[in-house]
């Protein structure tokens, strides 16, 4: 038996006391051959003092052998020591054996420090020596899915998932649909996903086609993979907006109540559930399960200013006048949004506050003279006031958005009649 598989029995016995010896004797003694499977043996074990050893043994043994700088680079850059590991790394010449190799360690350290683009750099270069080698098309496909350059990296994975559905623990056919997802592409994402459904084994993969199945607009096919999420892991909190606006728009407003009450069991901070579940709750005329969900998604975030002009419309409906006034009451002006002045404006008026009620109309105008439903309402506050000019130019407005309203379409015509234009 050589020292070094002496040296590597005591290591598998945890006779630790015994490995600088039996190293010391290896070094000595055994044939550079079996050294250099024991320093990569050493290395798979975590042993990498160890292999530091040996490997510069074999460098002092053989300095032209660049393979040997190349394996104890890897190690120092592992270890912390990048100045002595980049050192060894830029000494492999291009004409030798081990310069491609020197490349894809130089790739993964930049890589791993974040360096993408020096990453990408050396990676292409190690492609030019050896176009036809998959793992460097995959790193390079790796590395352009990282840099959002999704263009480049799609037809890098399929052509190599032409030739095997993995590439180590990665999926190569998720990532062709999540790079189509990556370029907008959702409807073709969604129908890859359809003829490869047999890829979706993990969670995070059905949660991710249920993402791009809502983007694609498929909200059966979303419902039924974020279904199968939440069961299989009932607190993966992400998938839960995406089920509720699925269910939302397949129109199915119990479920998606149910779905946004459920993830704020797990996550009571998503924002977003709050007003999907408060927008369910209206639809299905639960107006107390909207204001308790609007009301709690302000305390988790009171400048949250969907939620606010949600329960403020809620308060308007309600005929709590005062209330919805109130939630805009420590708000600046240049804080308040057109949708904002618009539901003061209802507020004042339901309070008989005419002259606050058409100042705040006035302020929302220029945001919403494209909305018709807010320009139907201006108008009748007007027409109340007694003010024709201004309905007049308001029904101008409104009348191309709504030409069907006969009703406003006749007032228009009086107006006109009683004043001229």
Do not use: C
Request: negative net charge; aromatic residues 10%.
């Amino acid at each position: 038996m050589t020292y070094s598989e002496q040296l590597l029995d005591a290591i598998q016995a945890h006779k630790f006391s015994e490995t600088r010896t039996l190293l010391k004797q290896a070094l000595d003694n055994d044939d550079p051959e079996i050294l250099a499977s024991l320093a990569e043996n050493l290395s798979d074990l975590g042993f990498t003092d160890l292999a530091k050893e040996v490997y510069r043994k074999l460098i002092a043994q053989f300095p032209d052998e660049d393979l040997f700088k190349v394996y104890l680079a890897e190690i120092l850059l592992n270890d912390g020591q990048e100045d002595d590991g980049l050192s060894l790394l830029y000494g492999v010449e291009p004409e030798s054996d081990a310069y491609l190799e020197s490349l894809l360690v130089q790739a993964d350290y930049y890589q791993s420090e974040g360096l993408l683009e020096t990453a990408r750099a050396k990676m292409n270069q190690a492609r030019e020596l050896a176009p036809d080698e998959d793992a460097i098309e995959f790193g390079l496909a790796e590395l352009d899915y990282l840099m959002e350059l999704s263009e480049q990296a799609l037809p890098l994975y399929q052509d190599l998932a032409e030739r095997q559905k993995m590439f180590g623990e990665v999926n190569l056919n998720q990532r062709i649909f999540q790079t189509l997802a990556k370029l907008g592409r959702y409807e073709e994402a969604a129908s890859f996903i359809n003829g490869h459904k047999e890829d979706l084994l993990d969670i995070d993969s059905k949660y991710q086609a249920g993402v791009i199945m809502v983007q694609a607009k498929q909200f059966k096919q979303a419902i039924q993979y974020l279904d199968e999420v939440i069961k299989q892991s009932p607190d993966y909190v992400n998938a839960y907006p995406f089920l509720a606006q699925a269910y939302g728009m397949e129109n199915n407003f119990e479920e998606e109540l149910y779905a946004a009450q459920t993830g704020l069991g797990y996550n009571e901070l998503d924002e977003e559930l709050y007003q999907l579940g408060a927008d369910a709750a209206l639809k299905l005329g639960k107006q107390a399960d909207a204001e308790d969900l609007l009301e709690r998604g302000l305390k988790v975030n009171p400048d949250n200013s969907s939620l606010r002009l949600m329960l403020a419309n809620l308060d308007n409906y309600e005929g709590k006048y005062q209330e919805a006034l109130d939630l805009f009451g420590q708000l600046d002006d240049a804080e308040l949004e057109p949708q904002a002045h618009w539901a003061m404006a209802q507020a004042w008026q339901g309070l008989d506050k005419y002259d606050q009620a058409q100042s705040e109309y006035l302020l929302a105008y220029p945001g919403l003279q494209d909305n018709a439903a807010f320009l139907r309402q201006m108008a009748l506050f007007f027409d109340a006031a007694g003010q024709k000019n201004l309905v007049k130019q308001v029904l101008a407005k409104y009348l191309p958005l709504a030409p069907n309203d006969e009703e406003m379409q006749e007032l228009y015509t009086d107006l006109l009649d009683d004043g001229g234009e």
